[in-house]
DNA sequence: GTCTATAGGATGATAGAC
DNA sequence: GTCTATCATCCTATAGAC
């Protein structure tokens, strides 16, 4: 059971409203409130907004690249691939929904440097999933659609899990791990 | 060869500006800037920031809620019903990219009645896809997953096209609904 | 580590001249 | 239909007391 810093209490709290109503439309006094202080004390323990949500985003976007390094270098089929693509979405999903919602709709607020930095990881990212497909369409494993079709059908869905997943509840990690392989490898029909 | 009336002039202009940067991040100075005007003009076409957005998302909401409302009562099969719904988003995606933008990000700063009326209809909305594809699996047209994975598969997957729209530039929209049906019908493998 | 006070600027919107 | 001027409020961030 470990403690939380100030910070760490601080960027949780503010990935949660970030969630709610988008970076742009919270407030350093938001955030404060929610904590039951004031907004200058916030400073305290952070630069300031920016390096908010540059901790939340860049911390889940490095365990996306990790994830998916980690995976390219093992010697397994490209169906088996994908498949673990879709199990570490899930998987990050569980355990940073609130994170997710600020990767997918504030990337954009990120200056400078913490923008390069993000852009560049999505990109390597697209890119090493990009391969996984093109090597099962050539080796047969994989019906030969456009890839560009099958990348973004996969991704879009892994993307907006967090959705999902916020709306539903909590559900069981297997279940749905099973299942949604299944729908987005086999099909539906 | 229509004119554009000033106030669908603004609209168009501030759609494009929200797809950049959210609703909460452009002010009407920046809409303003954008039309070589002052933003005090702006009020003389348009009641004031809210009205803009839900111009933008109401207008779109409805093209997809009498598009669906058109589908379910005509007598053709489940899978057939899906390859619609598909289509019908790849049309409005195609006609209405930034706008959904705004639809997809923007929809939590709708205030009041309009807030509602977007809910509603996005509930009714999903309401409608679930009815086709539970009957789908029940008469074994669909494969029997869980309802809702395969739900929100579909529908996250044509929620975001719009993204991919942006990226790759416009595409043939004859070669796009045929790839994208048979993806998320018939599977990859 | 938190507070009060405040700087310095942006924001949505209005009034009234032209 | 557009302008200038302005209001009242909000914003991020800092200074300095406790």
Known sequence: MKTLSRKDEI???AAHLFNEKGYKAVSMRDIAK????KAASLYNHISGKQEILSEIILKVAEEFTVGMEKMVSESISAIKKVEKVIELHIDI?????????ALNNDWMHLESENLKAFVQMREDYEENFRSIIKEGIDNGE??????????FSILSTLRTLYLWNQKRGKLDVNILKKDMVSVLIKGIK
């Open 11 to 13: 960027i949780l709290v």
């Open 34 to 37: 929610a904590m039951d202080i």
């Open 93 to 101: 999903t569980v355990n940073h929904s609130e994170a997710l919602a």
């Open 142 to 151: 994989i019906k030969s659609y456009h890839p560009e079709v099958i990348l």
